[in-house]
């Protein structure tokens, strides 16, 4: 059964940091694109960071570049979004998409929530 799985989430103070993480299972992510997208509640879903299949090119939303970096490591079928100096308006679902051709597989998300 293919599935991503997203953690790491939670409630952080604004200037703290987040590591999320997504797992692959069923298939094998290495020949993947991997992308974090996030939805605010009332917002449109925003991709917010993308790392190529070996990781030579990454690229990230405007709103994040300088504060996040996207990583994987394909030996642990698992992709990485390190989140620093967190703002209340990064509070979202954090979502994890693998694209490979025609094909798509999300996860179910991860709740980050940025508050004092």
């Known amino acids: 059964q293919v599935q991503l799985v997203e953690s790491g989430g939670g409630l952080v103070q604004p200037g703290g940091s987040l590591r999320l993480s997504c797992a692959a299972s069923?298939?094998?992510?290495?020949?993947?694109?991997m992308s974090w997208y996030r939805q605010a509640p009332g917002k449109e879903r925003e991709l917010v960071a993308t790392?190529?299949?070996?990781?030579?090119?990454?690229n990230y939303a405007d709103s994040v570049k300088g504060r996040f970096t996207i990583s994987r490591d394909n030996a642990k079928n698992t992709v990485y979004l390190q989140m620093n100096s967190l703002k209340p308006e990064d509070t979202a679902v954090y979502v994890c998409?693998?694209?490979?051709?025609?094909?798509?597989?999300w996860g179910q998300g991860t709740q980050v929530t940025v508050s004092s």
């Open positions: 998409k693998a694209h490979f051709v025609v094909r798509d597989y």
């Open positions: 069923g298939f094998t992510l290495s020949s993947y694109t």
């Open positions: 790392i190529t299949d070996a990781g030579g090119s990454r």
